[in-house]
Nanobody
Framework: QVQLVESGGGLVQPGGSLRLSCAAS????????MGWYRQAPGKQRELVAQ????????NYVDSVKGRFTISRDNVKNTVYLQMNSLKPEDTAVYYC?????????????WGQGTQVTVSS
């Protein structure tokens, strides 16, 4: 059973930083990609950042480019999201995601979510 355990959320002032962690129960290379989604109240869940586990290619939603960095630690089976220059509009529940693609079937795994609140 795949488990993704998130940590690192909290309350931070605008302009501050937080680092989210997502620890996988097994090797991150068992997934094709891992990423972070977020969902603010009344809004749809959106992909914030993603990393391809083999090769390390990354992509980001435009609103966080230059401020957020996704990275992985292969030894710790953990993916991180470093969030700098946080804005109130970054406030949301952040979810860790991992997925595999086998032929035409995509399987998604989700963490429980961690709240990030940016407020003065």
């Amino acid at each position: 059973q795949v488990q993704l355990v998130e940590s690192g959320g909290g309350l931070v002032q605008p302009g501050g930083s937080l680092r989210l962690s997502c620890a996988a129960s097994g090797s991150i290379f068992s997934f094709d990609a891992m990423g972070w989604y977020r969902q603010a109240p009344g809004k749809q869940r959106e992909l914030v950042a993603q990393i391809i586990t083999t090769g390390g290619n990354t992509n980001y939603v435009d609103s966080v480019k230059g401020r957020f960095t996704i990275s992985r630690d292969n030894v710790k089976n953990t993916v991180y999201l470093q969030m700098n220059s946080l804005k109130p509009e970054d406030t949301a529940v952040y979810y860790c995601n991992a997925h595999t693609i086998r032929r035409i079937t995509t399987t998604n795994y989700w963490g429980q979510g961690t709240q990030v609140t940016v407020s003065s």
